[in-house]
């Protein structure tokens, strides 16, 4: 029996997957959504709450300069952090578009050489010059232009990341943190409001850090450590800034 014919009769193996494993699929747009929500819910957290907290610094007795001062950083933080997403990630898709059209024209004008440059990069990856080209050929032959951009680019053509999408994630996280300190410290709990939101920006802050490493399958330990570090740093630095300001000017 010839090869082709053992391998024409043999049956088709199932893939085996390790579980917990993302195989189905690419996940570099699922992870962008993750980032910038992360990002997104960690910077309303913890800016908003560094802002309030100094002002209540300040002025500890006036609610209502503490309240605008929380809600102009949280709208104008919210708006900052979904432009600043939208700018970046269309920076980045113009480029991976721009990086396509050209292997696109490549492809196109010189087939026979893009396949020699495919199977060169799968000999950098360690296979054989034989079943390097021959790998070539066949994914070649499958999707020309999808074999380069992974192989060669790094891109997956039919995921391009969403600008849109990456706003409102950031705009929405932004949002949704921002208030767990404003809503807080506006409580009508006197003295204690600032403790009362400093302790909900502890808890709001060890929740994204299991989330986003729970997400990405990273140690919880490390990921809630930064978060909480960090942000108890920023408050206790405005608090600090607040009440040397509220006694200079007093």
């Known amino acids: 029996m010839t090869f082709d014919e053992t391998q024409s009769s043999a049956r088709p193996v199932e893939t085996a997957f390790h579980e917990n494993e993302p195989h189905q699929g690419r996940i570099g747009g699922k992870l962008n959504w993750l980032r910038a929500g992360v990002l997104g819910a960690n910077d309303g957290i913890v ?10 610094g300040a002025a500890q007795g006036n609610v209502l300069a503490i309240a605008t001062a929380g809600v102009a950083a949280l709208v104008a933080g919210a708006f900052s952090m979904a ?4 700018v970046s990630v269309s920076t980045q898709r113009d480029t991976e578009q721009a990086l396509i059209e050209k292997e696109k024209r490549e492809l196109a004008e010189e087939p026979e050489l893009e396949l020699q440059e495919l199977a060169g990069l799968y000999r ?8 390097a080209l021959r790998v070539a050929e066949e994914l070649t032959a499958h999707d020309a232009l999808a074999a380069h951009a992974e192989v060669e680019l790094g891109i997956d053509p039919e995921e391009l990341t969403s ?6 994630s950031s705009f929405v996280a932004f949002t949704v943190g921002g208030l ?9 709990l006197g003295e204690h409001r600032v403790w009362a939101a400093a302790v909900a920006v502890v808890i709001g802050l060890i929740a994204t850090g299991w989330i986003s490493a729970a997400l990405g399958n990273a140690p919880r330990g490390r990921a809630i450590m930064r978060n909480v570090v960090m942000g108890s740093a920023t408050m206790l630095a405005t608090y600090g800034s607040g009440l040397a300001f509220g006694v200079a000017v007093s």
């Open 47 to 56: 800016s908003t709450a560094g802002v309030v907290i100094g002002v209540a």
């Open 83 to 86: 432009g600043g997403e939208y």
């Open 124 to 131: 950098q990856r360690g296979l054989s010059e034989e079943v």
């Open 163 to 168: 600008p849109w999408s990456a706003a409102l």
């Open 180 to 188: 767990l300190p404003l809503i807080m410290i506006l409580l009508p």
